[in-house]
């Protein structure tokens, strides 16, 4: 199982990215796949998941109407939209999928709101 993320990087706050996360070395469109963040020093919280049709999703309360989670199952890929972007959303953004219940995590892409 392997994750890797893209698509970090520096924006203005009020600004949007998209970050990607590419999965590969399992049957992608059987699994839900969620999006994390983790800032320094804080533990890692949940933004957003979705189903493996992608027809469920659901996002941290702070998150509600700002991101948006989307899938491609024919390109094994999981996107998570993100915009009016604020410096509180300064973290590294990581991706997940569980099977036979363990976790697999990407590296991260990291996402720095700053003027």
């Known amino acids: 199982v392997h994750l890797v993320e893209s698509g970090g990087g520096l924006v203005q706050p009020g600004g949007s990215l998209r970050l990607s996360c590419a999965a590969s070395?399992?049957?992608?469109?059987?699994?839900?796949i969620s999006w994390y963040r983790q800032a320094t020093g804080k533990e890692r919280e949940l933004v957003a998941g979705?189903?493996?049709?992608?027809?469920?999703?659901n996002y941290a309360d702070s998150m509600k109407g700002r991101f948006t989670i989307s899938r491609n199952n024919a390109k094994n890929r999981v996107y998570l939209k993100m915009n009016s972007l604020k410096p509180a959303d300064t973290e590294v953004y990581y991706c997940?999928?569980?099977?036979?219940?363990?976790?697999?995590w990407g590296q991260g892409t990291k996402v720095t709101v700053s003027t």
């Open positions: 997940k999928t569980q099977l036979l219940s363990k976790n697999y």
């Open positions: 070395g399992f049957t992608f469109s059987n699994y839900g």
């Open positions: 979705i189903s493996s049709a992608g027809s469920s999703t």
